[in-house]
């Protein structure tokens, strides 16, 4: 099976040679538009396949520079990515206000509705929407102005993410006496230990596992403010790009026809209107505030008994949250990393795929950019699938966060063979040394579920035409729902009994560790939720009219005396590092997480009320939700699966938020 993918041979050396090919691909696709558009008889076989196909073959150039980038950032992925950025993005943003381009698409539509698939058809619906986003029908000057301002803000957003890890990876906090790191697990201890004129000192960086590990077990409360004031003011150079990338995006929309961005943005999703997300997210924020209240009081109320004089601020939360989770629940993340060896997790997740959906994984021996990245094949009823890279563990020059990316979507080619997908899976889980693996908490586990839900979405499609297949041509609101259902069994004692087992004993998880794990999976679930209420608000509220920096500021903090519940402190400027709406495709779109969360809380209860393997439940989820990727609406699969309307209540619910 090997032959028929793509290796992932780019390194720092060949970038040059592949900036080359990007740049030959993009003049020779220039070249075949040409050749199309001359065309007499345009059907969707000479003219809209072929058109799907050279973008392919672009984004499967592209892909690994921009991936590289990402993962093993260096001063040459940084050159390279940002010569490339404008002339694609330019590229793209031409094609998009092809004017002759649209009026094929929409004659050969209306010649050939009646003969046309259903993916054919979501094609060129799709399309022709896009076109018309794009400012196809504007004045010549004016489509001008749009390209430009595309070009802007993609540099601007490319700014922004590198100004922000440039940032993350130049903090350092050093810690000279034990006392102030007494608490923390001895794997954390010794990834942090160092040696310094002859002496042992610790150094944590605003890097997710050591950020995260002195948050939640530093002992000075000094040490954790210097460490979250550093890590909530990253990039203050970002409030200048912030602005810009909102008056650029306004610009557009109005420019498009539409009131503000938040419009232009809902025009591809489910959502109908800002109104009723904003409708939408208020409610659950009011659903769940008084929870969220009760539980702030809570700790309030344990971490006095512990000896703080003062309400809990945003800096101590981790710190108190973990030590009264163990309190309560017995229950606390250290206690479960050794269990969860993160090759051990894979193979879990993997096993229970194969129970669930009958897909089986073979690990293959390809080229990759850094040693710790893993390689498999999926084959399902003995036909072979895709192909999965997992780049699992933490790094200098690696973007925070986890991901799942594509680098070839499932199609059909011009001869009508099957071209296999291809995806990546990032996550910065603690990194392997020469004596401890890579250990996973609860939480990372539940990170790895989701990504493979994405991944499971891109991989297992079975539609033929690429602007439609996997996560292609999904609206983004419905988009997490495959991997929000999958990341729910994380958390399933049944599931995690076949893969958690003690890296140096050997011996399994007990039925004890599984119930309280359980048990605590809601604790502080509402304050959980008020703050991605918070989040999802505040990118939908700065979309709504041309803001500026201060105005921005001014929004976040009404949003937080609506919806908040632990205020942060004056000086944090949340909004320098928020790389998912501005560095990301989240821009008034944030709100997509919740959204798809009810989808995915109600199908996860259709499994778990029939017993999880549920042979037919499943197979319909698999036909009807994965492998038919973005080639029908997500309500009309979602209704073919469930045979009804999905149910905000079953959100709260999974979250164990009481509404009575």
Do not use: C
């Amino acid at each position: 099976m090997e032959n028929i993918f793509p290796e992932f041979t780019v390194n720092d050396e060949n970038l040059d040679k592949q900036k080359e090919l990007v740049l030959k691909q993009i003049e020779e696709n220039k070249k075949k538009i040409k050749k199309l558009l001359a065309l007499e008889n345009k059907t969707y076989d000479n003219f809209v396949k072929p058109y799907q196909l050279m973008q392919v073959k672009l984004g499967l150039l592209f892909s690994p520079i921009s991936h590289l980038n990402y993962v093993k950032n260096s001063p040459k992925t940084q050159e390279v990515y940002t010569q490339l950025l404008p002339v694609i993005t330019e590229y793209y943003t031409e094609l998009g206000q092809n004017r002759e381009i649209y009026e094929a698409f929409k004659q050969i539509y209306q010649k050939e509705k009646e003969s046309l698939t259903q993916e054919q058809k979501k094609v060129l619906e799709d399309a022709i929407r896009d076109f018309e986003l794009s400012g196809v029908a504007l004045p010549e000057e004016e489509r001008e102005k749009v390209k430009d301002i595309n070009i802007q803000l993609s540099q601007l957003q490319n700014q922004f993410a590198q100004n922000l890890l440039n940032a993350t990876d130049s903090y350092e906090m050093i810690i000279e006496e034990y006392e102030y790191v007494k608490e923390l697990p001895e794997a954390e201890l010794e990834m942090a230990k160092q040696e310094k004129d002859g002496k042992t000192v610790y150094r944590f960086t605003l890097h997710q596992p050591s950020y995260i590990a002195y948050m939640t077990y530093g002992s000075s409360r000094e040490k954790r403010e210097e460490l979250y004031r550093a890590y909530v003011t990253r990039a203050p150079e970002n409030e200048e790009i912030l602005e810009k990338i909102l008056a650029l995006r306004y610009e557009k929309a109005r420019m498009l026809g539409f009131k503000n961005y938040a419009e232009l943005s809902l025009a591809t999703k489910m959502a109908q209107s800002p109104q009723q997300v904003i409708e939408f997210l208020r409610e659950l924020a009011r659903k769940s505030k008084p929870q969220a209240e009760k539980e702030y009081q809570e700790l309030n109320e344990f971490a006095k008994r512990s000896g703080l004089g003062e309400d809990v601020q945003a800096y101590d939360f981790a710190y108190y949250s973990e030590k009264l989770k163990k309190e309560k629940f017995n229950v606390n993340d250290e206690e479960y990393k050794p269990y969860f060896e993160k090759n051990r997790v894979v193979e879990g997740l993997f096993s229970f795929l194969n129970r669930l959906f009958s897909i089986e994984f073979e690990k293959v021996n390809v080229p990759v950019w850094h040693p710790s990245v893993d390689v498999y094949h999926l084959y399902r009823k003995g036909k072979a699938i895709g192909r999965l890279y997992l780049d699992l563990e933490a790094r200098e020059g690696k973007r925070d966060g986890a991901w799942m990316d594509e680098w070839v979507v499932h199609h059909s080619d011009e001869k009508g063979n099957t071209i296999p997908p291809v995806a990546f899976i990032v996550a910065n889980f603690s990194p392997s040394t020469e004596e401890i693996p890579s250990l996973l908490r609860p939480y990372d586990v539940e990170t790895l579920f989701h990504e493979m839900g994405h991944a499971l979405h891109h991989l297992v499609s079975e539609v033929k035409e690429p602007f439609v297949s996997g996560i292609s041509g999904v609206e983004w609101d419905a988009v997490e729902f495959p991997s929000q259902f999958l990341e729910k069994f994380a958390y399933e004692p049944s599931i995690l009994k076949t893969f958690a087992f003690h890296y140096k004993t050997g011996e399994p998880i007990s039925d004890d560790m599984l119930d309280r794990l359980k048990n605590a999976k809601n604790f502080m679930s509402a304050l959980a939720m008020v703050r991605q209420l918070e989040f999802a608000l505040f990118d939908m509220l700065i979309h709504l009219d041309r803001y500026t920096a201060k105005d921005v500021q001014e929004i976040l903090d009404k949003v937080r005396e609506e919806v908040s519940v632990i205020k942060p402190p004056p000086y944090n400027k949340f909004q320098w590092s928020f790389s998912h709406i501005f560095a990301g495709g989240y821009a008034a779109g944030y709100y997509s997480y919740k959204w798809a969360e009810v989808l995915s809380a109600d199908a996860y209860f259709m499994f778990v009320d029939s017993g999880i393997y549920n042979d037919d439940v499943a197979e319909s989820f698999y036909e009807e939700i994965l492998t038919k990727g973005g080639s029908r609406p997500a309500m009309e699969l979602f209704k073919n699966f469930a045979g009804r309307e999905p149910d905000i209540d079953a959100l709260l619910k999974l979250s164990g938020i009481n509404t009575d």
